[in-house]
């Protein structure tokens, strides 16, 4: 059977794994899963109830860490994750510092309020955007100044080669561009300009475009 990813497309981890299963070329179906209405049954693939989840003939796992590890022992060409014992440990920090430090903030503080409330009658009133740039000024510029000295000089964040860090890091990114926040360019030149590449690359570009219509706030930011 064709492998079937549960998810919603706006995800930044459903995301992450759908950059991954395109750079792999791996076949599969994303069934839509909403997290927060899900469909009966879905705790059996996803005991936790949160997206991603993922089924092929052999396993049925939840975590994008997780399924990605996996897919990664069966699917190693071309490898996502750096040979090196330092470059892949810190491959997989910097995917752990974006999944459990920056999408908390950047989704329930940014994303949240000012993509998925007014879809729901939660208006961005005066006080909702107030709120929404302490959390940028309080919590997301210490994280892009510390993305942007992991970055250093290089194309990717670890080693010569495009890994999970980077997909980690781009998906968060695109929550961020669909509500109209962008990375100063000034401020984080690196960053900047390694998110302007992702974006427009052939695996991000594709993901963004299906997302746009439906979740992008940009025009109205
Ligand atoms: N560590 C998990 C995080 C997944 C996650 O938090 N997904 C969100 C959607 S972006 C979710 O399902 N939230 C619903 C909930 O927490 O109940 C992963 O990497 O897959």
Redesign the pocket.
């Known amino acids: 059977m064709s492998a079937i990813l549960y998810g919603a497309n706006v ?3 459903v995301r992450k794994v759908r950059a991954y299963l395109a750079l792999k070329g791996i076949d599969y179906t994303l069934e839509p899963v909403n ?2 209405d899900p469909p009966a049954g879905y705790r059996d693939i996803s005991p936790l ?4 989840a993922w089924r092929d003939d052999d396993v049925t796992l939840a ?3 997780v399924i990605l590890l996996y897919l990664e022992r069966r699917h190693p060409a071309p490898p996502l994750y750096p040979r090196g014992d330092a470059a892949w440990a810190q491959a997989l920090w910097l995917e752990e510092y974006i ?1 459990s430090g920056f999408m908390p903030k950047a ?1 329930g503080g940014v994303f949240f309020p000012l993509v998925l409330g007014p879809m729901m009658q939660q208006p961005v009133t005066d006080e909702v955007r107030a709120k929404v740039d302490q959390v940028i000024a309080d919590d997301l510029q210490p994280m892009w100044a510390y993305l942007e000295s992991q970055l250093g000089d290089g194309e990717f964040f670890v080693g010569d080669a495009l890994s999970i860090a980077d997909l980690a890091v781009a998906s968060a990114h695109v929550n961020l561009w669909h509500a109209g926040v962008d990375v100063d360019a000034a401020t984080y030149p690196r960053l900047a300009a390694f998110l302007a590449r992702q974006f427009a690359g052939a695996t991000f570009q594709p993901l963004i475009d299906e997302e746009a219509g439906t979740w992008s706030r940009r025009d109205n930011a």
């Not at 109830?49 to 991603?52: L, N, R, T």
């Open positions: 995800s930044p981890f997290p927060f109830g949160k997206i991603p975590d994008s860490s999944d989704g």
